[in-house]
């Protein structure tokens, strides 16, 4: 008998690049959904910042990032942006 393999489901995932490195330092932050790499320490933090707040509000949303729009999408990290 041979086994059914499911088919994995929808996958999506948020990729952030800072290029404003001149430190040396190599940054990358990873998670289930995501990958930050590069940046200063500054734009780092930045980016890491804004795709946290991101998953927080897709799950206020009951949302999960491959369910959401990409106009949704575009208006969240908009939202959850830090100043500079």
Known sequence: MSKKRKKPGPRAGLLGVGLDNG??????TTGESFAIVGGSAETHERLTETVVKTFEELKHRGKSLHEVETRELSEILHKVTPPR
């Not at 430190?23 to 990358?28: L, N, S, T």
């Open 23 to 28: 430190d040396g330092h190599k940054r990358v």
